[in-house]
């Protein structure tokens, strides 16, 4: 019988966002997403650095929802390492704006960003609808709605 994965979170809040999940609400949405075991850093950042992180990383010049950086397995078969980077001020405007609960949009972002982290991609349209798919089923396995589908 395999062992369920592991998850090792550190999360860090950088912003002053009034209203930011808890530290339970992360673990919980990360477990939830977890393949593998997992080592990571979970940073809430505020615009200025969402904007440089993403400009430096990615040579955007603005701040996006999440930034994922993956760094592989640890030696010996350890578990996958990485950073995710949540930006508060962004996350909250495009909850707003797609008229969703702001929780359940950090869930997705918080999936979304773990899934990156174990090797889901987007970059082309098949690895775009296998993500959604991982990422809508593991949503409405956490009581939230699909954030593809519309209402």
């Not at 994965?5 to 990360?30: C, G, H, N, T, V």
């Not at 390492?81 to 949009?105: F, N, T, Y």
């Not at 899934?115 to 593991?138: C, K, N, P, R």
Request: one cysteine or more; a negative charge; charged letters at 25%.
């Amino acid at each position: 019988m395999t062992q369920p994965a592991r998850l090792a979170l550190s999360i860090q809040y950088a912003a002053e966002q009034a209203k930011l999940p808890s530290r339970a609400d992360f673990r919980r949405w990360a477990r939830a997403a977890l393949l593998h075991d997992v080592a990571a850093a979970l940073r809430v950042v505020d615009e200025a650095e969402g904007m440089a992180l993403n400009r430096d990383y990615r040579s955007k010049p603005y701040a996006t929802n999440v930034l994922t950086f993956a760094y592989g397995a640890e030696p010996e078969g350890g578990p996958l390492s990485g950073d995710i980077v949540l930006c508060a001020p962004v996350v909250e405007r495009e909850a707003a704006q797609q008229g969703k609960p702001l929780a359940a949009h950090y869930a997705h972002l918080t999936v979304h960003g773990l899934l990156h982290l174990q090797g889901y991609d987007h970059e082309t349209e098949d690895e775009a609808v296998a993500m959604e798919a991982v990422e809508s089923f593991i949503m409405r396995r956490l009581g939230y709605p699909d954030p593809y589908q519309d209402g």
